[in-house]
C-alpha cells in the first residue's frame, strides 16, 4: 500500500512543478493539495465557478452556433485573471459584471485549444462571453437531411467527452470542475432542440427553447441535440425521443428502460436526477452511447428490433451514478467512470436477466480485456488503471482497460469481501460523493478507510497496486465460466468437425452466445464454410448490429464476397467507431487497400470529424 501514496504524492508534486507559466502571470496558485487536471488550460478549479447561462442560436447554413456564455463566479483567491478553455472559437466581445472588458487568446495547443484570459477583479461576479464556432468545432456533428431518418430535415448533435466542450462554448472544460446552467437555444422553424437538462417534450411555434439543470455538472456533460424530434412516453419519469420515422420502434424496444431505473435504484441508491430519457439519433453518431444527464444519447444502431441490444442503456443509465453523481477528476482516473459502470451495468442485468445472463457479459468483456491487453502490450503503462494521459489527447486512453480492467477489479473485491458489504459500501460511497469529483487515490483512501482496513487478509489478496499501478492481467482477476456458453462452444466444435449448421442446437440463442459462436472460430474460415453458416443463419442480413459488425469483418478475412455488397450498405450509413475502425483495417490487413479506399472516399461525409481523423490515418495513411 506505501508505494501508492509514493507514486500519488510524486504526481502531484509533477503535476505542480510542470505548471511552465509563473502562477503571477498565469492567476494559478500554486496548491499542492489540488491534483493539477492536464487537460484544461482553465484556473477555474482555484476560482469558484456557480453557474452559466447560455444563450445561443444554432444556424444550419452556416454550420455554426453563436451567442453566449455569462458565467457567475466567486473569485474566493482573488486572482486577477480567470481563463477559460476555447477550441476554434471566435470570442466577439467579453463583458464583465456588465462592462466591457478586453481579453486575450493564446496560441492553439494541440488537442487543448487556445487559453482565454479574461481580467476580473477580486469582486467580479458575471464573466459574458460572446463568441461563434469554427468549423474545427470537434464536439459538433452537422448532418444533412439525408444523412437523417426523416431525410427532410438537418440535424445537429453534440459529444462533449473527454475535452470537446471547449469546442462549442469556452468553458473550465476538465471533469473536477462543477457547475449548474440554465439555457435558451434558439433554432429553426419546425425543429426541437434538447439538452443535458430539464427538457421540452413537443415543438413550440418560437423554436426558442428553454433548459435547466439544477445540479452541478462538469463540462464534458454538456450535450445539445437539434433536429426534427418527437417524443413517446415509456412511465411517468422516462421516455424516448427520436426523430418521427423512428419513434414508435425505439419506443418498442426500450420498453424496459423505466423498470431499469428501478432495478437500479434498488442497487446503489435513489436516481437523483428527475427524468431519465433517451434520445435515439441519427445513424452517423460516432459512438454507442453518451451518459449525458437526464438524456441519454444513444446511437440507432442498437434497434435492433427485438430489445436484445438494450444492455447499453443499462451502461448509460448506470453512469448517472458512476460518473455523473460521483466523476473522475481527471482523464488519468477515466476507470473510475467506466470501470464502475461497467461493473454496476452488469449487476443491473443480473438484477434483470439473471446471473447466467450477466455471467456471459463478464465473459465476453474478459475477452476484450485479454485482447487489449495484448494489443497494448502486457507490460504497457496504458494497462495500468491508473492512466498518464500528459501530453497527450484524452481519447488515447480510450481502450478497453478502464472498462474491463476497471470493472474486473471491482469484481474481485466483491467476490473477495463478499457481495452484501460491497453492496453497502457502495452505496455509502455514492451518496457520501454525489456531486464530487474524485481521484483514484481519494477512492482507495476512501476503500481502505470503509472496507479494507479491518480486512487484512483480504487487502493482501486484492493486491490493490499490481491493479492500479500495474501492467496487464493480474493474476488473481476473476474468470467467470458461462454455463450458457458451453452449448455454444460444443455446436462450434461440431460445426468445425463437419456438421451442418441446420442440425447445431442453437435454440434460444441470444446475441452474447451468438457473439461467442462467432468471435471463437478459427481466425480465416473457409469461403464454403462461411457459405454454409451463412446459408442457416442468415449473418449477411443481420438486423443486430453487434453480430453483423462482426460477420463482416470475418468475411473481410474470408474473403466472403457474398458479404461485401451488405457491408458496403452498412458503412455507408453507419457512424459508430467502434464498427467502423475494425472493418477498414482488416480490409487494410488483408490485402483489400482500394477497397477500403474506395469505400472510404465514397463515405467519408458521412462520419464524425473525430471518426474521420482516425480513419484517415487508418485508410489514407495521413498523419
Ligand atoms: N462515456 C462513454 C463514451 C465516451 C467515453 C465518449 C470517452 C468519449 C470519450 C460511454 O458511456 C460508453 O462507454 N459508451 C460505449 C457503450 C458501452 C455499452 C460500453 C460505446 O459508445 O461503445
Ligand atoms: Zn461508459
Known amino acids: 500500500m506505501k508505494n501508492i501514496w509514493i507514486v500519488f504524492v510524486g504526481a502531484v508534486l509533477l503535476g505542480a512543478c510542470n505548471n511552465s507559466q509563473p502562477a503571477s502571470q498565469t492567476g494559478k496558485i500554486m496548491d499542492t493539495n489540488v491534483v493539477k487536471d492536464l487537460h484544461t488550460l482553465s484556473n477555474a478549479d482555484s ?38 478553455d476555447t477550441y476554434d472559437l471566435t470570442i466577439d466581445s467579453v463583458l464583465v459584471d456588465g462592462k466591457k472588458q478586453t481579453s486575450s487568446l493564446d496560441k492553439e495547443i494541440e488537442f487543448l485549444g487556445s487559453a482565454l484570459h479574461i481580467p476580473i477583479a477580486a469582486n467580479s461576479q458575471t464573466v459574458q462571453i460572446y463568441y461563434t464556432t469554427g468549423q474545427y468545432a470537434r464536439a459538433l456533428q452537422w448532418l444533412e437531411p439525408q444523412q437523417t431518418f426523416g431525410k427532410k430535415y438537418p440535424f445537429l448533435y453534440t459529444q462533449s467527452e473527454s475535452i470537446y466542450a471547449r469546442s462549442w462554448l469556452p468553458c473550465a472544460d476538465g471533469p473536477g470542475i462543477r457547475y449548474t446552467y440554465d439555457a435558451r437555444v434558439q433554432v429553426p422553424k419546425g425543429l426541437l432542440a434538447l439538452m443535458s437538462a430539464e427538457n421540452p417534450q413537443e415543438k413550440n411555434d418560437s423554436a426558442v427553447y428553454h433548459f435547466k439543470m439544477d445540479k452541478p455538472i462538469p463540462a464534458y456533460l454538456m450535450a445539445l441535440a437539434v433536429g426534427d424530434i418527437a417524443f413517446r412516453k415509456i412511465d411517468k419519469r422516462t421516455g424516448v425521443y427520436a426523430e418521427p420515422v423512428m419513434a414508435d420502434k425505439a419506443r418498442y424496444e426500450f420498453e424496459d428502460v423505466g423498470k431499469m431505473v428501478t432495478t437500479a435504484e434498488s442497487l446503489y441508491g435513489p436516481y437523483r436526477w428527475g427524468r431519465y430519457d433517451v434520445i435515439v439519433l441519427p445513424p452517423g453518431f460516432p459512438i454507442g452511447g453518451m451518459e449525458n444527464p437526464k438524456l441519454t444519447f444513444a446511437t440507432p444502431t442498437i434497434i435492433a428490433g427485438d430489445r436484445s441490444l438494450v444492455n447499453l442503456v443499462a451502461h448509460e443509465l448506470a453512469h448517472s451514478w458512476s460518473g455523473n453523481l460521483v466523476t473522475n477528476k481527471t482523464w488519468n482516473d477515466f476507470w473510475m467512470n467506466e470501470g464502475f459502470t461497467e461493473y454496476f451495468e452488469r449487476r443491473i442485468s443480473e438484477a434483470m436477466n439473471g446471473k447466467d ?17 495484448s494489443n497494448l502490450g502486457k507490460d504497457s503503462k496504458d494497462t495500468w488503471l491508473k492512466l498518464d494521459l500528459k ?13 474491463e480492467k476497471g470493472s474486473h477489479f471491482l469484481k474481485l473485491i466483491e467476490n473477495t469481501v463478499g457481495r452484501k458489504d460491497f453492496d453497502v459500501f457502495l452505496n455509502k460511497y455514492f451518496a457520501e460523493h454525489a456531486f464530487k469529483s474524485i481521484t483514484t487515490e481519494e477512492f482507495l483512501a476512501y476503500l481502505d478507510t470503509n472496507l479494507l482496513n479491518s480486512r487484512q487478509a483480504a487487502k493482501d489478496s486484492i493486491n490493490i497496486k499490481a491493479w492500479v499501478y500495474g501492467p496487464g492481467i493480474p493474476a488473481n482477476c476473476p474468470r467467470v465460466k458461462p454455463v450458457l456458453f458451453e452449448k455454444v462452444d460444443a455446436a462450434r466444435t461440431q460445426f468445425l468437425d463437419g456438421t451442418p449448421p441446420a442440425q447445431l442446437n442453437t435454440e434460444s440463442w441470444t446475441t452474447y452466445e451468438w457473439l461467442h459462436f462467432l468471435r471463437k472460430m478459427p481466425k480465416s ?49 453507419v457512424g459508430r467507431r467502434k464498427f467502423l475502425e475494425p472493418l477498414y483495417s482488416e480490409m487494410m490487413k488483408t490485402g483489400k487497400q482500394d477497397m477500403a479506399k474506395r469505400i472510404y472516399q465514397k ?15 487508418t485508410v489514407l495513411g495521413t498523419k
Do not use: C
Request: charged share 25%.
Open 525 to 573: 474460415l473457409t469461403v464454403d464454410k462461411m457459405k454454409a453458416l451463412d446459408e442457416v443463419f442468415h449473418f449477411t442480413k443481420s438486423t443486430n448490429s453487434e453480430i453483423a459488425d462482426l460477420w463482416f469483418a470475418m468475411a473481410i478475412t474470408a474473403n466472403y464476397e457474398p458479404a461485401y455488397e451488405a457491408m458496403e450498405h452498412f458503412l455507408s450509413y
Open 603 to 617: 463515405y467519408r461525409q458521412n462520419y464524425h470529424p473525430l471518426a474521420q481523423e482516425s480513419l484517415d490515418k
Open 47 to 84: 476560482i469558484s465557478i456557480k453557474h452559466l447561462f447560455l444563450d445561443i442560436a444554432v444556424d444550419f447554413d452556416k454550420k455554426r452556433i453563436s451567442g453566449s456564455a455569462t458565467w457567475t463566479i466567486e473569485n474566493t483567491n482573488k486572482l486577477s485573471e480567470i481563463i477559460f
Open 357 to 373: 445472463y450477466a455471467d456471459m457479459l463478464w465473459e465476453l468483456g474478459y475477452e476484450d480485456f485479454e485482447d487489449e491487453v
Open 391 to 403: 501530453g497527450r489527447d484524452p481519447d488515447a486512453g480510450l481502450t478497453d482497460i478502464p472498462y
